[in-house]
């Protein structure tokens, strides 16, 4: 068995017979929509609903005031709605009788939920996979070949003069991370201000980003890996260079503190995790002369919560084969989606339904012919046919929790409002407990 085995998961939630009309506002709550989990909103309660969310960001408010508005039935088993006791005896069924079982998602989950997943597939004996497979895989296979030079948000908010963002859009995809750490605290650009922050973009194209940077290069189509060997090579000859390349290498050695966030621009492609081993090294080289560092812009709420919880309980942070009975590790071979899509999977336990809609076709036609056992939360639409599906609550609106922000800093979670839906934990361990 791996560390942590079952766990007792203490349920924190609100009482629906303690809920009144009257309005009540609970500051300091975080918002697990992006890798941000920002932590500063103030949000007001009436009743059963959310009527407002100071501070939200365009992602957050819609998804915070849409929360309780739809009440999905418990339990369902091919798409009829049963008794939970019912679900959860045939998804004990279908996990027992499956002879290489996968179970997929987890970033919408919290530590909790996580544990209890890893502890499921070590009894079944299933491989464990999260959305890092989609996403910053090749980041996390990188990294583990040439190192990390990394910092927290707070201090790339508080001494970083340079800030690049290399493949990643955070306008669209993270809205708040602007404001919050690449930008003054007044919320507007001081060319030469204190700090003297400088914004750079650097992509294939010109973003809602780009538009507001102090500079932008665009990279030719499939060009990044040259392109940033090409600044390996500047930033060891001396300053002086015509090009805007050039000039960002004599940028990124003299400035005082620089960042450089990557996202989903570097980590498309067969051999993505060269071209972030590049960006990695070239961090590395810049901290010769200056302080620099890399950070991934990690997309769902709780992905890198998904990787601190399988590190700590297998020793491999996605990918992870318990059929032998000890954890292997494997990209590729062991990564849900190509599972999937060639067809070795024969059952699967989705955790977070709204993640599949990154697998490749063949992997979503594949799940159409195997048993799949969902738990998703009230109002998500339904992209993976379920054989079993379980409603659960939202941690950070129905449930307490922790979920780590895109820097690994685990975040505390606030119960907004009432709900008779259990969490994923729950119900993860009372499955842990029928295949037992």
Same mark, same amino acid.
């Not at 990390?148 to 993270?174: C, M, Q, Y």
């Not at 919050?180 to 809602?208: H, K």
């Given at each position: 068995?791996?560390?942590?085995?079952?766990?007792?998961?203490?349920?924190?939630?609100v009482s629906s017979a303690?809920?009144?009309?009257?309005?009540?506002?609970?500051?300091?709550?975080?918002?697990?929509?992006?890798?941000?989990?920002?932590?500063?909103?103030?949000?007001?309660?009436?009743?059963?609903?959310?009527?407002?969310?100071?501070?939200?960001?365009?992602? %957050?408010?819609?998804?915070?005031?849409?929360?309780?508005?739809?009440?999905?039935?418990?339990?369902? $088993? *091919? /798409? $009829?709605?049963?008794? @939970?006791?019912?679900?959860?005896?045939?998804? %004990?069924?279908?996990?027992?009788?499956?002879?290489?079982?996968?179970?997929? /998602?987890?970033?919408?989950?919290?530590?909790?939920?996580?544990?209890?997943?890893?502890?499921?597939?070590?009894?079944?004996?299933?491989?464990?996979?999260?959305?890092?497979?989609?996403?910053?895989?090749?980041?996390?296979?990188?990294?583990?070949?040439?190192?990390?030079?990394?910092?927290?948000?707070?201090? $790339?908010?508080?001494?970083?003069?340079?800030?690049?963002?290399?493949?990643?859009? @955070? $306008?669209?995809?993270?809205?708040?991370?602007?404001?919050?750490?690449?930008?003054?605290?007044?919320?507007?650009?001081?060319?030469?201000?204190?700090?003297?922050?400088?914004?750079?973009?650097?992509?294939?194209?010109?973003?809602?980003?780009?538009?507001?940077?102090?500079?932008?290069?665009?990279? @030719?189509?499939?060009?990044h890996w040259e392109m940033?060997?090409?600044?390996?090579?500047?930033?060891?000859?001396?300053?002086?260079?015509?090009?805007?390349?050039? %000039?960002?290498?004599?940028?990124?050695?003299?400035?005082?503190?620089?960042?450089?966030?990557?996202?989903?621009?570097?980590?498309?492609?067969?051999?993505?995790?060269?071209?972030?081993?590049?960006?990695?090294?070239?961090?590395? *080289?810049?901290?010769?002369?200056?302080?620099?560092? %890399?950070?991934?812009?990690?997309?769902?709420?709780?992905?890198?919560?998904?990787?601190?919880?399988?590190?700590?309980?297998?020793?491999?942070?996605?990918?992870?084969?318990?059929?032998?009975?000890?954890?292997?590790?494997?990209?590729?071979?062991?990564?849900?989606?190509?599972?999937?899509?060639?067809?070795?999977?024969?059952?699967?336990?989705?955790?977070? /339904?709204?993640?599949?809609?990154?697998?490749?076709?063949?992997?979503?036609?594949?799940?159409?012919?195997?048993?799949?056992?969902?738990?998703?939360?009230?109002?998500?639409?339904?992209?993976?046919?379920?054989?079993?599906?379980?409603t659960t609550a939202v941690?950070?609106?129905?449930?307490?929790?922790?979920?780590?922000?895109? *820097?690994?800093?685990?975040?505390?979670?606030?119960?907004?409002? @009432?709900?008779?839906?259990?969490?994923?934990?729950?119900?993860?361990?009372?499955?842990?407990?029928?295949?037992?």
């Amino acid at each position: 068995m791996l560390s942590g085995g079952a766990t007792t998961v203490a349920v924190s939630f609100v009482s629906s017979a303690s809920i009144t009309n009257t309005p009540r506002v609970t500051s300091d709550v975080a918002c697990t929509v992006c890798g941000c989990v920002c932590d500063d909103l103030s949000v007001t309660v009436e009743g059963q609903r959310i009527t407002a969310a100071r501070g939200a960001c365009s992602l %957050a408010e819609p998804w915070l005031l849409s929360q309780n508005a739809t009440t999905p039935p418990p339990a369902e $088993v *091919d /798409g $009829v709605p049963v008794e @939970p006791a019912v679900a959860y005896t045939r998804a %004990a069924e279908i996990l027992l009788g499956a002879k290489y079982p996968l179970i997929f /998602g987890l970033s919408r989950s919290t530590t909790e939920g996580q544990r209890a997943a890893t502890a499921l597939a070590d009894r079944l004996g299933a491989t464990i996979d999260t959305t890092a497979s989609t996403g910053h895989a090749p980041s996390i296979m990188a990294l583990q070949q040439v190192g990390e030079s990394t910092s927290t948000l707070g201090e $790339v908010k508080n001494r970083a003069d340079l800030v690049i963002f290399w493949g990643s859009d @955070p $306008v669209r995809t993270h809205p708040r991370h602007l404001e919050r750490y690449s930008l003054e605290p007044t919320g507007r650009w001081i060319p030469n201000g204190r700090a003297d922050r400088f914004l750079v973009v650097v992509d294939e194209a010109e973003t809602e980003t780009a538009k507001q940077a102090d500079l932008f290069i665009r990279v @030719p189509p499939g060009k990044h890996w040259e392109m940033l060997w090409e600044l390996r090579m500047l930033i060891r000859q001396p300053a002086g260079g015509t090009t805007p390349l050039a %000039a960002l290498a004599d940028r990124m050695k003299s400035c005082r503190c620089g960042s450089v966030f990557f996202g989903s621009g570097l980590t498309a492609g067969k051999l993505a995790h060269r071209t972030i081993e590049a960006l990695l090294q070239l961090v590395t *080289d810049l901290n010769q002369y200056t302080r620099f560092y %890399a950070r991934r812009m990690r997309r769902y709420g709780d992905v890198a919560g998904a990787d601190s919880v399988l590190t700590w309980q297998t020793g491999y942070p996605f990918a992870v084969n318990l059929s032998r009975g000890y954890p292997r590790h494997n990209p590729g071979e062991f990564t849900g989606p190509e599972m999937l899509a060639r067809g070795e999977v024969d059952a699967c336990l989705i955790v977070g /339904g709204e993640t599949a809609t990154d697998f490749p076709a063949a992997a979503m036609e594949h799940l159409r012919r195997i048993p799949v056992i969902l738990l998703d939360s009230p109002g998500i639409p339904s992209v993976v046919p379920a054989t079993v599906k379980f409603t659960t609550a939202v941690y950070g609106v129905h449930r307490l929790g922790t979920a780590y922000r895109m *820097d690994e800093v685990p975040v505390p979670l606030r119960v907004l409002l @009432p709900t008779d839906y259990p969490g994923d934990a729950e119900v993860l361990n009372e499955l842990l407990t029928q295949v037992g």
